[in-house]
C-alpha cells in the first residue's frame, strides 16, 4: 500500500529462516519477506489485522496463521494462504506448534484442539473442559509425549487453573493442577 506506513503486529520465520511472514497490526495485509524485509509482497487468500502467524517447527513449506476467528494454512512458505477449519475455533489466543513432529499443532478453542496433519483434521484433547492458552513444554522421559499445559478447566476440576498432561490429556488423573489464578 504505497504511501502507508506499517507498525508492530505479528511475525515468524518459517522452519528453515528463508522467508519472513508479517501480519502489521494496523493491516488486514498479511505480507512476506524473502530479503530479510529488504521488499514485501502480500500474501494471497488471507485477510486479517494483527492475525497470529507461526511456521511450522520442521517443514519450511508450512505456516500456519490464526485471527477473527479464521485458520488458515500455507504449503508454499507464506506465499499463499487457505482458510481451513470450521467456526468452532472462537478463542483469539495464540496456537502452539509441536517443536519436533511437521504438521502438528494445538489451538486453544472453546475446548483445546490438537491435528497432526497440518489443519486438515482435527481432534479435541480429551479431559479438557475449556482451554484459554496452551504450551508444550519436553517430556521427562525419552519417548515419552511432550508435556501439555493449558490455563482453563479439566473434566473433573471446574476451577480455572494452569493444568499439564503426560499423556496428551488422555487420563483425567494426568492432568494435574499446577495452580489457581485469582483475578
Not at 60 to 67: F, I, P, T
Not at 122 to 136: G, I, Q
Request: aromatic share 12%.
Amino acid at each position: 500500500e504505497p504511501g502507508k506506513v506499517f507498525h508492530s503486529g505479528r511475525v515468524a520465520f518459517n522452519a528453515d529462516g528463508s522467508r519472513l511472514i508479517w501480519s502489521p497490526s494496523n493491516s488486514y495485509t498479511v505480507y512476506y519477506t524473502e530479503d530479510l524485509g529488504e521488499t514485501w509482497t502480500a500474501c494471497e487468500g488471507i485477510m486479517g489485522q494483527n492475525m497470529y502467524v507461526i511456521g511450522d517447527s520442521v517443514n519450511a513449506d508450512y505456516v500456519y496463521a490464526y485471527g477473527s476467528e479464521k485458520l488458515y494454512v500455507s504449503s508454499d512458505g507464506g506465499k499463499t494462504f487457505e482458510k481451513i477449519g470450521n467456526e468452532l475455533f472462537l478463542n483469539e489466543d495464540r496456537l502452539c506448534v509441536h517443536p519436533s513432529q511437521e504438521g502438528t499443532f494445538y489451538l486453544p478453542a472453546i475446548s483445546l484442539y490438537m491435528t497432526t496433519d497440518h489443519g486438515a483434521t482435527f481432534t479435541a484433547v480429551p479431559n479438557v473442559k475449556t482451554c484459554e492458552s496452551v504450551s508444550l513444554g519436553k517430556a521427562k522421559n525419552d519417548g515419552d509425549p511432550y508435556v501439555i499445559y493449558i490455563y482453563g478447566t479439566v473434566a473433573d476440576n471446574d476451577t480455572k487453573g494452569i493444568y499439564m498432561s503426560e499423556d496428551n490429556g488422555e487420563t483425567d488423573c494426568d492432568m494435574v493442577k499446577l495452580m489457581t489464578i485469582h483475578s
